[in-house]
């Protein structure tokens, strides 16, 4: 089936789907194809009344869609959510991130608050080290904890 897929600058794609595929397999079809971030989409479906396409894991055909339905494509970036954060000393504190935050720039932040040098870090989230990438590659979500442990010095 075809969606059409309007942007608030007037523009709109028409995308082809199958009414099995899933919201999150919409929203990475948009990725490919336009280029918006599957984490800054949100889609509504105005049919008499906005329904809002909230669960990715949910078929399109559950939101009742048929070719020719027109989805409006709202892009923004994602809202910043709190983290706790736990020092080598068992002193919590908490930090506002963004979820494709990478690491090496929330070890820079915890660095200016905290005064321990990168190098010195070691950030542990669900007991994995978070050695690189996005934190939202560790599962980290709103009021998750990050612990701290120190890396030791010497030969």
Do not use: W
Not at 19 to 30: A, E, F, Y
């Amino acid at each position: 089936m075809d969606l059409t897929i309007s942007l608030l600058n007037g523009s709109s794609h028409i995308l082809r789907v199958n009414p099995h595929d899933t919201v999150g397999s919409l929203k990475k079809l948009i990725q490919q194809k336009l280029g918006f971030p599957c984490e800054t989409q949100k889609l509504v479906f105005v049919n008499g009344s906005s329904t809002t396409l909230n669960n990715d894991s949910a078929t399109l055909e559950s939101y009742s869609l048929r070719s020719g339905a027109r989805l409006s494509l709202l892009v923004a970036p994602p809202a910043p959510i709190q983290v706790f954060f736990q020092n080598d000393k068992g002193v919590s504190s908490t930090y506002d991130i963004k979820p494709d935050e990478t690491v090496s720039h929330f070890k820079s932040r915890v660095e200016a608050r905290e005064g321990v040098a990168v190098s010195q870090q070691t950030l542990i989230h669900e007991g994995k080290e978070m050695n690189g990438g996005k934190l939202s590659n560790y599962n980290v979500q709103a009021n998750s904890t990050i612990f701290q442990t120190l890396r030791l010095r010497g030969g």
